[in-house]
């Protein structure tokens, strides 16, 4: 059975910090591109940031960029992604997602598996 354990979040004051992770059974990670998400109040779910099936390529979206760094450990099948310099408009619920793909870079498209998300609020 699959299963996604998203945890981390939380409520942080802007500028704080929040560590996601997201702990998957049911399959190994080692041939899977993941993707995290995130849909705020109102608006789509778009894409954060992703890492390939290595962690050899990641990307990251708009405003992620320079803030926040995915990762992952193949071995825990867990993937991370760190948040700094959390701002308001970071607030939404986060998803990590897999893609079986093990090429060299990852997509945030044609996601395979969803987990079921986790709250993050920034404010004062």
């Known amino acids: 059975q699959v299963q996604f354990v998203e945890s981390g979040g939380g409520l942080v004051q802007p500028g704080g910090s929040l560590r996601l992770s997201c702990a998957v059974s049911?399959?190994?990670?080692?041939?899977?591109?993941i993707g995290w998400f995130r849909q705020a109040p109102g608006k789509e779910r778009e894409g954060v940031s992703c890492?390939?099936?290595?962690?050899?390529?990641?990307n990251y979206v708009g405003s992620a960029k320079g803030r926040f760094t995915i990762s992952r450990d193949n071995a825990k099948n867990t993937v991370y992604l760190q948040m700094n310099n959390l701002k308001p408009e970071d607030t939404a619920v986060y998803y990590c997602a897999a893609e079986r793909y093990s090429g060299s870079h990852c997509y945030y498209s044609g996601m395979d598996y969803w987990g079921k998300g986790t709250l993050v609020t920034v404010s004062s």
């Open positions: 890492i390939s099936s290595s962690g050899g390529h990641t």
């Open positions: 049911g399959f190994t990670l080692d041939y899977y591109a």
